[in-house]
């Protein structure tokens, strides 16, 4: 039984540029949500995802956006690159609202 | 802001019970307090939840205090393996689906 998978594992970025980060949640999760962990701060939500809709977002600029497809994978997209962007991206998925959150490996985003 | 405290950092003898506090004093009845911990490059990695009764599982124990203000995530057997960050979470109200993190607690266990 797959975990959450996250792809790519690491990208190197320039400022300005955009990027895809993606997401295949653990067999029979239908919500993903998204994290941003910067180094050494715990992670913080970005949004989730729930039939192909966002569902709730946090305190995350429009630059960042994302798409859940019918078969509830997911992506993150973000634009406008910044170098504060740099951090650890973390994809979650869960089954219904009150059942644990099971997290991917993450996306390591460098921007230089 | 998270609505969780936990101590920065603590230590912990292999074998010995490692005993994590967790204050969240402003929890109400519907809210479910998560434990996660992170292992240095990894995703965070779920351990154990709970409402109001203790809970137990293969890789821990899970005791909320009887008015739920602070819970206690027991590691029985602390490995070398079992140092990392251990995040306590509460889930807020109803129609909240976020988790909001805090810092965590460091745990090295020690040979």
């Known amino acids: 039984d797959a975990g959450v998978t996250q792809s790519p594992t690491h990208l190197i970025k320039t400022r300005g540029q955009q990027v895809t980060l993606r997401c295949s949640p653990k067999s029979g999760h239908d919500t993903v949500s998204w994290y941003q962990q910067a180094l050494g701060q715990g992670p913080q939500f970005i949004f989730q995802y729930y039939e192909e809709e966002e569902r709730q977002r946090g305190n995350f600029p429009d630059r960042f956006s994302g798409h859940q497809f019918p078969n509830y994978s997911s992506e993150l997209n973000v634009n406008a690159l910044l170098l504060g962007d740099s951090a650890l991206y973390l994809c979650?998925?869960?089954?219904?609202?009150?059942?644990?959150?099971?997290f991917g490996d993450g996306t390591r985003l460098s921007i230089l | 802001d998270a609505k969780t405290t936990q101590p920065p950092s603590m230590d912990c003898a292999e074998g010995r019970a490692a005993n994590l506090p967790c204050n969240h004093s402003t929890i109400s009845g519907n809210e479910y307090v998560y434990w996660y911990r992170q292992i240095h490059s990894q995703g965070p990695q779920y351990i154990i939840h709970g409402l109001k009764n203790n809970e137990t599982n293969e890789m821990a124990s899970l005791i909320i205090t009887e008015d739920r203000k602070s819970s206690t995530l027991i590691l029985p057997h602390a490995t070398l393996r079992d140092t990392a960050v251990y995040y306590c979470?509460?889930?807020?109200?109803?129609?909240?689906?976020?988790?909001?993190f805090g810092t965590g607690t460091r745990l090295k266990v020690l040979a």
């Open positions: 979650a998925s869960s089954l219904k609202d009150y059942q644990p959150q099971h």
């Open positions: 979470i509460v889930r807020y109200t109803s129609g909240t689906y976020k988790y909001i």
